[in-house]
């Protein structure tokens, strides 16, 4: 009989394997532990997602895993000196794919995961089996299937408003607006502005326009044309300061970049700019 990640992966096969990228990032998170600060990420590792690693690393950018470490490193660093200063109670995760933040942090803290429905189901199944043989703590999690594309709004709201009441929260949204068009990333931060209070955050990941000038991001488009399907680099959306800069009611009060990241945390940058898919970090802050 096949396995539940089996299934998934044999499901992958037919359409965008969107699912594909979220098991790419949790592998190259465990690349260095140290670096990632996340140590349940290898959980996920896979022979299909070791075999695309390879030749992801040799065809688009070899600094690809130090990229996604500390993009973990940065937002989980940020949320637990925000759990540390008693200004968040629930972390609700857009796009959550199969990221560990939960186990990362203090037991106390509520968390809500969103994502397609068939990720969440695979996360949460895969979860409880971990937990069932103690590889990883219990923690409070809600797990919400949503499309970012259909109309979500009504119910979403609905849902969280009954988990998170009036605890205060930090909404994280990595690694999904690539994917995502300019109308539904309008919507999901209206989205944001409907369910938080101010003094509450916003973590957020995305590419600036230039990074399509990169050899790295013709690599990764050649890629995605050669291993999941036709695209352009219309495709793929990219966001310039300016419009995080422009949210009604949000102030950023945080932006990184992966070079800013390796000075702080002591990391040697090893290609040049032009082989790096420079990923920018922002916080913001609902006032
Ligand atoms: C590259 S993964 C990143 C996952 C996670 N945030 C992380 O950093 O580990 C992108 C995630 O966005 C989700 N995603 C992309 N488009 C989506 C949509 N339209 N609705 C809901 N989730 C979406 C995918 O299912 C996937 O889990």
Not at 178 to 194: Q, V
Request: charged fraction near 25%; include cysteine.
């Amino acid at each position: 009989m096949m396995s539940s990640k089996e299934a998934v992966m044999n499901e992958k096969e037919e359409n965008i394997k969107i699912h594909e990228t979220a098991f790419v990032t949790s592998s190259f998170r465990a690349v260095d532990e140290q670096l990632s600060q996340d140590h349940f990420a290898k959980l996920w590792e896979n022979p299909k997602t070791t075999q695309w690693i390879k030749e992801y690393l040799a065809l688009v950018s070899p600094e690809e895993p130090f990229t996604h470490c500390l993009r973990n490193r940065y937002f989980l660093e940020s949320l637990k000196a925000l759990i540390e200063q008693q200004e968040i109670e629930v972390v609700i995760n857009f796009g959550s794919g199969f990221s560990m933040y939960p186990f990362l942090l203090h037991e106390k803290m509520v968390h809500i995961e969103i994502d397609k429905p068939e990720i969440v189901d695979y996360k949460k199944n895969q979860i409880q089996e971990w937990q069932d043989q103690e590889l990883l703590p219990k923690r409070n999690i809600h797990f919400i299937g949503v499309d970012f594309s259909k109309n979500y709004q009504e119910e979403l709201l609905a849902s969280i408003q009954s988990i998170k009441a009036n605890k205060s929260t930090f909404i994280l949204l990595e690694g999904v607006l690539f994917f995502l068009t300019r109308a539904e990333t309008n919507h999901l931060f209206e989205f944001f502005d409907s369910i938080q209070e101010n003094g509450d955050y916003v973590g957020s990941a995305s590419f600036q326009d230039s990074i399509k000038g990169t050899q790295a991001f013709q690599n990764l488009l050649r890629f995605f044309n050669q291993k999941v399907s036709k695209t352009t680099e219309d495709d793929y959306q990219t966001m310039e300061d300016s419009y995080y800069h422009s949210i009604k009611n949000y102030k950023v009060i945080d932006h990184q970049d992966y070079f800013s990241l390796s000075k702080t945390y002591k990391h040697s940058v090893k290609q040049a700019k032009e082989l790096i898919l420079n990923e920018n970090f922002y916080l913001l802050k609902k006032n």
